[in-house]
């Protein structure tokens, strides 16, 4: 009961009127047809404007904290296709960073950190750092709202961060990993390390998340890209509750700036979670049935989702087919076209040419 009143709180301090960007409309619970769309990780390999750019900053976090490079290659895809969402170029990695765990990018392995299993790991985290090392990263919010409010008036810039779920596992496992074994474990064996873990990371996604949104980004996402993995006590637990903690610490100071969350693989607890965390949308993941999220997610809840990726590389007939089928499963609702999971580098351009004309015909 408390829930919907906040909720319905929440969509009144939007903005409504109908000058107001569709993405922000969508993320406030209105049935915008046709839907606006952006896509995760439309900004990358897949594009050769951004491979020119990552040459030239030299690595991967060099690129996420040269303010200038970053706007720009959040910037492209819009330039390219006109998405309704620019996404901020970052990792979910770099609020690690930003504690002082080392981190780094091997070119070809993904995201190696030196892993944190103990106390002492835990306890030389500095959260009093998180503002200042990633201070620019706000700039490039700073800077790529200004951009789009010259050049691109009709998308919003959306800010991110990990979930502390999916970005402990990182932490603890020390790199990707099929299963994160030792993590699962370890919130097992030992909660109450493993919740001074989870409970510094919900602080310092809170004050990276605000510090995004001081900085004019106009929505946030919240990517739980392992919260599949998990049994519904340790889903409630370690993705739901923390999760709880961050919406309601981001709606507490800005009652007005939509909040989606990406519980990944969350199956049928999908709308346990939208109901507990009082987000404004959830992303569906490709495994995820359109119709089943419809019903099981409160009407006002914005839907974002999911074609499956490997449908854009197919291009042609394959697409139009999946894409049509999602467009069709969200129509009347209010609704942001996307993927299920990022873009692959391997995506030939011209087919996200072709994926707009889609959806933008309705
Ligand atoms: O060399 C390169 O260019 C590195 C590739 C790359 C890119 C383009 C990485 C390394 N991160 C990113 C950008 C990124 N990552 C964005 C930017 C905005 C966008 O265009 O969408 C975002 C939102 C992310 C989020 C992210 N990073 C997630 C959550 C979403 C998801 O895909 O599940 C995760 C799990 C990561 C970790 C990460 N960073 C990079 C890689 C290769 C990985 C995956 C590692 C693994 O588990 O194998």
Redesign the pocket.
């Known amino acids: 009961m408390t829930l919907e009143t906040d909720k319905t709180t929440t969509r009144m301090t939007m903005p409504s009127e109908p000058t107001a960007k569709p993405l922000l409309r969508a993320l406030g619970g209105e049935a915008v047809w046709p839907p606006p769309m952006w ?7 897949y594009l050769p404007e ?2 020119a750019v ?1 040459e030239q900053a030299g690595g ?1 976090i060099a ?2 904290t040269t303010p200038d490079l970053a706007a720009e ?2 910037l492209q ?1 819009i330039r390219r296709y006109g998405m309704d969402g620019a ?7 770099m609020v690690p960073w930003a504690l002082g765990q080392p981190l780094r ?1 091997a ?1 070809g392995e ?2 190696v950190l030196e892993p944190i299993r103990d106390a002492a790991g835990v306890a030389g985290l500095r959260l009093d750092q998180v503002r200042e090392r990633a201070a620019p990263i706000f700039e490039t919010v700073r800077l790529t709202r200004a951009l789009l409010a010259v050049q691109h008036q009709r998308t919003a810039l959306i800010g ?1 961060a ?1 979930s502390p779920w ?1 970005v402990a596992a ?1 932490m603890v496992e020390g ?3 099929r299963d994160f074994h030792v993590t699962r474990e370890l919130a097992f064996q030992d909660p109450a390390l493993f919740g001074r873990l989870i409970r510094t990371l919900v602080d310092a996604t809170t004050d990276y998340l605000l510090a995004q949104i001081e900085a004019r980004a106009e929505a946030v ?1 919240l ?1 739980d ?2 919260a599949g993995m998990l049994p519904p006590s340790q889903f409630r637990r370690w993705v739901i509750e923390p999760s709880v903690a961050i919406v309601r610490n981001v709606k507490r100071l800005h009652p007005g700036i939509p909040v989606i969350g ?1 519980p ?1 693989l969350a199956g049928p607890l999908i709308g346990e979670y939208a109901q507990r965390t009082g987000v404004n949308a959830v992303a569906m993941d490709t495994a995820m049935d359109p119709r089943f999220a419809a019903s099981a997610v409160p009407a006002g809840v914005a839907l974002q989702g999911n074609l499956d990726p490997l449908s854009l590389i197919a291009g042609g007939a394959a697409l139009e087919a999946e894409a049509r089928a999602v467009l069709a499963a969200m129509r009347g609702r209010p609704f942001v076209f996307n993927l299920g ?3 692959e ?1 391997t995506t030939p351009p011209e087919h996200v040419a072709q994926l707009v004309r889609i959806v933008r015909g309705g």
Do not use: N
């Not at 896509?39 to 390999?45: H, K």
């Not at 996404?87 to 990695?93: G, H, K, N, R, V």
């Open positions: 896509l995760m990780r439309q900004a990358g390999r951004y491979r990552r991967f690129l996420c290659v959040t895809p996404i901020l170029f970052s990792d979910i990695l990018f070119e993904g995201p991110f990990g999916t990182y790199h990707g990993s996402m990517f890209s392992w990406f990944r999971h990022g873009i580098k």
